[in-house]
């Protein structure tokens, strides 16, 4: 990003909201926009104007627009949330305020969702389809009065469809796309072809099914493929193909103030790895050769059960309960590949890894319901089983695995209280027990004050705290080259954060621009941070240990302007990092700073249908201590850094026949980044610290072509 670029957003960021101060003019005849309406965090659904909490919304709307099908599609440019893909496992790794995505919960309709770490934490976003998506509502900050333990840097809850104003829903899209300047019909690209069906039985019941195809023929680069036989590290892929495939199905029942529905999802993945190692098996007799190579096929089976009820008792208390039952497993298949003849030979299958949950969530509403106060209770159950850990690929499929389990059991309660019209504020607490930790207490205190001209003032305290996962409880993997355990006496990391939000709304020219402008000031901070570290030398011995401390702070402007058509956002955030390490006298706990801006825009053409999108994002030089040895043989921290880079996407959407028909071409990646250079890792146990990170594999393109029947 050159510094023409950075002086031109600034000013731009600067200006909008000195532009927001002019006078509000206000015409009794202008027509009121209603906000949106929110279920995340609150008592009872309502606009996001009147939350206590500060939300986040991604429309339904905006997701079309950014031509978006996995969570992770959309995020990506999103202020203060880093998206970082890795290329040898194929997923997604998610990091908010610093914090990798161990430390947020991602929700399906309130409802954590299972993956090999546990319960909505850690979660690949590359798997959450958006098909079936009616928004997504983000709170950052912990949570943990409201939605426990992981909820630490915050939540992104995923709001589903489950109703329709029409008798017969039909919609199907395909969608082509290029990986990079890689493109085939079959080996190389993206390719996903949707199908979701709606149907109202009757006024009161409704039902949907869903099947989405994602097909990644992986990144190429300079590499050959399965088929390539020749030893010369060229075998395979940069990036490994993957196919996702996305079963889903939805029946819903209201009438009155009764409501139930049962959400099924199930999703299988299969990653194909290729190795680059190729036996060639000369034969000196005959000349010839037998090219051999070993490969790897992981397939991910994720099935997802969700029922919901929700209603009133005597028309006055509120009930609302979810009952899940999630599994997830992973399985790998081990082969010898005989490359010219098409045939696995030496086959080994077996499953590594599996996790499954029973969760449980219930909340009464309004138990104390007046002009000045309302009272929430609730209780979350979450008993999860499982077996296999990460490193468990490296033993051989099938082999028995231990397995272990971790229940939670957690009572919670939260008023808000109206001290006026204009005030408000909301105090919580939550108390966890679980069959492994102590008693764990949580608590928190939100308020909000409206002042006259659009003025809001929102400040969040809470805690969260982070229970240990399977991997780290439970890892064993010992032989004569490795030594990785887990550690059943950790402690649950302690997590309190502090926000501070002042929002401005001002409506000029009779309603016809809108301005909505936000400054944060934000704290985050971490006692007892789990991390893997060295505890024997000789032989080298790793485990996991409650060692780490760790802070943040900073803060983020974040700005929207609406003129007819034209919807604008700018934003710009500047957080820093300490972290101790408190078993290490020689570390620095000085912070760290980066800086990131982002910018939306999108202009809508009505007389052609048609509206055009740009999303930009700019991550500053990001810096991170790093434990070196110096020439004298002591052990020392000094300041690693990674590069700074910028991305861009674009879009044009169009509708034809009455919107039936709509067509989006779009470019990711516009600027071309493909890694970017660092020296803030560390070495692993076997090799050298990495040198640079991959985030893509350069431009792409890609066209959407969508057909929607409403009957």
């Not at 890894?353 to 609730?378: M, P, V, Y």
């Not at 108390?431 to 969040?460: H, M, Y």
């Amino acid at each position: 990003m050159t510094k023409n670029h950075f002086i031109y957003l600034t000013t731009l960021l600067v200006s909008i909201p000195l532009f927001a101060q002019q006078e509000i003019v206000k015409d009794t005849t202008e027509v009121q926009r209603l906000e949106e309406v929110i279920v995340t965090g609150q008592h009872n659904p309502q606009s996001v104007g009147k939350s206590v909490f500060e939300v986040k919304v991604i429309s339904r709307k905006d997701i079309e627009r950014q031509g978006g099908n996995s969570l992770a599609d959309i995020l990506n440019t999103t202020l203060n949330l880093n998206i970082t893909p890795n290329t040898s496992t194929g997923k997604s790794g998610v990091s908010l305020f610093g914090l990798d995505s161990q430390y947020f919960k991602v929700l399906v309709d309130n409802v954590p969702i299972i993956n090999e770490e546990g319960m909505g934490n850690n979660t690949d976003l590359t798997l959450i389809n958006l098909d079936d998506v009616e928004r997504v509502e983000i709170v950052e900050g912990a949570m943990g009065v409201q939605y426990g333990a992981n909820a630490v840097s915050g939540i992104i809850n995923v709001i589903t469809k489950k109703s329709s104003r029409n008798v017969w829903d039909i919609s199907t899209y395909i969608q082509e796309e290029s990986v990079g300047d890689e493109y085939e019909w079959f080996n190389k690209g993206r390719h996903i072809q949707s199908l979701r069906v709606g149907h109202k039985l009757n006024k009161y019941l409704y039902a949907n099914i869903g099947y989405t195809r994602n097909d990644f023929g992986g990144y190429w680069s300079d590499r050959m493929g399965e088929k390539y036989d020749r030893n010369d590290d060229k075998r395979g892929h940069e990036w490994l193909p993957k196919l996702q495939q996305n079963a889903k199905a939805l029946l819903s029942y209201s009438k009155n103030d009764f409501s139930i529905f049962y959400r099924f999802d199930y999703l299988n993945e299969t990653i194909e790895n290729y190795s680059k190692l190729v036996a060639v098996n000369e034969n000196p007799a005959t000349g010839t050769t037998h090219p051999i190579s070993q490969d790897e096929l992981f397939t991910n089976n994720r099935f997802y059960h969700h029922l919901n009820l929700t209603g009133s008792i005597f028309q006055k208390i509120n009930y609302n309960f979810s009952i899940s039952y999630q599994e997830q497993t992973k399985d790998l298949e081990r082969y010898s590949y005989i490359i010219r003849e098409d045939v696995k030979e030496n086959i080994e299958k077996g499953q590594y890894q599996q996790r499954t949950a029973f969760f449980s969530r219930g909340t009464f509403n309004n138990l104390i319901n007046t002009e000045k106060i309302s009272l929430q209770a609730g209780y979350e159950l979450t008993n999860e089983r499982g077996s296999g850990s990460a490193v468990a690929i490296l033993i051989t499929p099938g082999e028995e695995k231990t397995t272990q389990n971790l229940n939670n059991y957690d009572f919670f309660a939260s008023s808000e209280i109206k001290l006026s019209e204009s005030f408000s504020f909301r105090p919580g607490a939550r108390v966890s027990f679980s069959n492994i930790f102590d008693t764990q207490f949580i608590g928190s205190l939100s308020a909000k004050q409206s002042i006259n001209k659009g003025w809001e003032l929102r400040a969040i305290l809470g805690s969260a705290n982070r229970t240990p996962n399977y991997d780290e409880l439970y890892t064993y993997f010992v032989d004569v080259n490795h030594n990785v355990q887990g550690n059943p006496d950790l402690l649950p990391e302690k997590g309190l954060s502090a926000f501070f939000h002042i929002k401005k709304k001002t409506s000029l020219s009779e309603g016809k621009i809108r301005l909505k402008n936000k400054l944060s000031l934000n704290y985050l901070g971490l006692n007892d941070r789990i991390e893997l570290i060295v505890v024997q030398q000789s032989p080298l011995a790793f485990q996991y240990n409650n060692i780490d401390k760790y802070r943040v702070i900073g803060a983020f402007m974040e700005n929207e302007l609406y003129v007819g058509n034209l919807k604008a956002q700018l934003g710009a955030s500047i957080q820093g990092i300490s972290k101790v390490l408190k078993t290490n006298n020689n570390n620095n706990d000085d912070f760290l700073f980066n800086l990131q801006l982002n910018a939306n825009l999108s202009y809508t053409l009505p007389k052609w249908n048609t509206t055009l999108s740009t999303y930009f994002k700019y991550i500053g030089e990001q810096q991170q201590f790093v434990e070196k040895t110096n020439q004298e043989g002591v052990q020392v921290f000094e300041t690693g850094k990674t590069d700074d880079y910028s991305w861009m996407d674009a879009t044009i959407s169009k509708s034809f026949f009455n919107n039936n028909v709509t067509t989006t071409i779009g470019a990711r990646n516009l600027f071309n980044v493909n890694s970017v250079e660092t020296t803030a890792i560390n070495g692993g146990a076997h090799n050298g610290p990495a040198t640079q990170i991959p985030l893509a594999y350069g431009r792409s393109y890609f066209v959407k072509l969508a057909y929607n029947l409403n009957l």
